[in-house]
């Protein structure tokens, strides 16, 4: 267990998070390593026989460390911005290994990844597929592309975060996608490669994926029948974690969806997991400032808040709350509200928890925080980044320290012109 009591202390990999907090000062992201190179285990032994490169999603923890940790695993990188792609680049992806995601990827977007030599761009519309033959026949390079494709296909996943429904705005409609290909193999500048699906992401149900990528069977040999070469597929992310105690959805059922659909068709496969390599691999550790007892409602005020850890308000998510101190076995329950400090009422991360008591000065770890929490942080209220930190068997170091009110200041300019 990467985050476990230890002689009545939260502990991160073996290393007490109390210690932590003194250490470094609260909100912070602590992330064990023990569970990163698990979960990026659990894909590599599943996919042990098959064509598969693992491409770590970075929109879900683009810290440089984690991002190097899971490259020595010998993960690429999903990118959907060029800040991103520095990220990956800057970490030590090689340029090969990279894929580049996204319904609006720029110009100027295109250009760096061409001119950085990435492995793959997924195409997501057919004036982006007209502005990367511009741009890569402007810099006289070819553009190795995928065309991303919407297969119609519900995830049955939180609706804000559900991709594969013809109503959204990612990919090709299924039905324009051979002529759309057909297309990219006309335009110059263009080497088509394949197509590319993601369908949504936190599936704990694994069985969308079984009508998305039969779809996708379906388009690749439509597509071969048409004349035209396949060699690359791109199935996206997606899988879920357990937030509350469901059961993970099961990587070899994964990989027998994969194989059962695809596995025939003589095409490399990537696949671009974000949450299921780093959620349940970090923590935020919150510091209660104050327990009001109203009236109606118990509040414990932390000192971290919606703009460290946005998926309570943003998605209604839960966290399991956990106090760093053991609580005793038979320490009662009560319901409290578990808030930040920010001036907005959604600035909530738990209503009704049932939880035992906590004190004032007291520490909370937000479990399961490892995806999507510090990648979403921002400075709102004038809040300024919180720190994290990585724990490997008993080291632990701070990976992005802590923004100083001068660095957020700082950005601000104020215009010199003279006031009439
Ligand atoms: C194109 C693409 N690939 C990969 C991911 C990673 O998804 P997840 O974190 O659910 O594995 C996402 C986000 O959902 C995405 O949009
Ligand atoms: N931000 C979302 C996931 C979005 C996935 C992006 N493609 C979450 O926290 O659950």
Not at 387 to 396: H, K, N, R, T, Y
């Amino acid at each position: 267990m990467a985050f476990s009591y230890v002689s009545g202390v939260l502990t991160a990999d073996g290393v007490p998070l109390d210690r932590l907090a003194e250490a470094v000062g609260t909100p912070v992201y602590v992330y064990a390593a023990s569970r990163l190179r698990a979960n990026y285990q659990a894909y590599a032994r599943a996919f042990a026989r098959d064509p598969v490169d693992v491409c770590f999603a970075l929109k879900a923890n683009s810290n440089q460390s984690i991002i190097s940790l899971f490259a020595r695993f010998g993960a690429g990188a999903d990118v959907v911005s060029e800040g991103e792609m520095r990220r990956a680049l800057a970490a030590g992806v090689p340029p090969e290994k990279v894929v580049f995601s996204g319904v609006g990827k720029t110009r100027d977007e295109l250009a760096a990844a061409l001119v950085a030599g990435i492995h793959q761009i997924n195409v997501e519309s057919l004036p982006e597929l007209e502005a990367l033959s511009a741009v890569a026949t402007a810099l006289g390079r070819t553009a190795p592309v995928a065309l991303r494709i919407n297969p119609d296909v519900d995830a049955g996943t939180h609706g804000k975060i559900a991709t594969g429904r013809k109503e959204d705005k990612f990919g090709i409609d299924l039905g324009h996608a051979v002529a759309a290909y057909a297309k990219a193999c006309s335009l110059p500048g263009l080497a088509p490669k394949g197509y590319a699906v993601h369908i949504g992401s936190q599936l704990l149900n694994i069985s969308p994926y079984d009508d998305a990528y039969g779809h996708l069977s379906d388009l690749v040999i439509a597509t071969r029948e048409a004349g035209l070469k396949v060699e690359r597929l791109d199935l996206g992310g997606g899988l879920g974690v357990p937030y509350q105690g469901e059961a993970a959805p099961d990587h070899d059922a994964y990989a027998g969806i994969v194989r059962k659909r695809l596995g025939n068709l003589g095409c490399r496969l990537t696949l671009e997991p974000g949450r299921s390599l780093v959620g349940d691999a970090g923590v935020l550790l919150a510091r209660v400032i104050y327990v009001k007892e109203g009236l109606h409602r118990c509040f414990l005020i932390v000192d971290a808040a919606m703009n460290d850890l946005m998926r309570p308000t943003l998605y209604d998510a839960y966290h399991g709350i956990r106090p760093v101190l053991e609580p005793a076995a038979d320490a009662p329950l009560s319901p409290m509200d578990v808030v930040g400090p920010i001036c907005e009422t959604g600035d909530t991360f738990a209503r009704q928890r049932p939880l035992p008591p906590v004190a004032q000065g007291e520490l909370v770890a937000f479990m399961t925080a490892g995806a999507y929490g510090a990648a979403m942080s921002s400075t709102y209220n004038s809040r300024p980044l919180v720190a994290e930190v990585l724990v490997d068997e008993g080291q632990w170091a701070v990976i992005r320290r802590r923004q100083t009110f001068e660095e957020m200041l700082a950005l601000d300019v104020t215009p010199q012109w003279r006031h009439l």
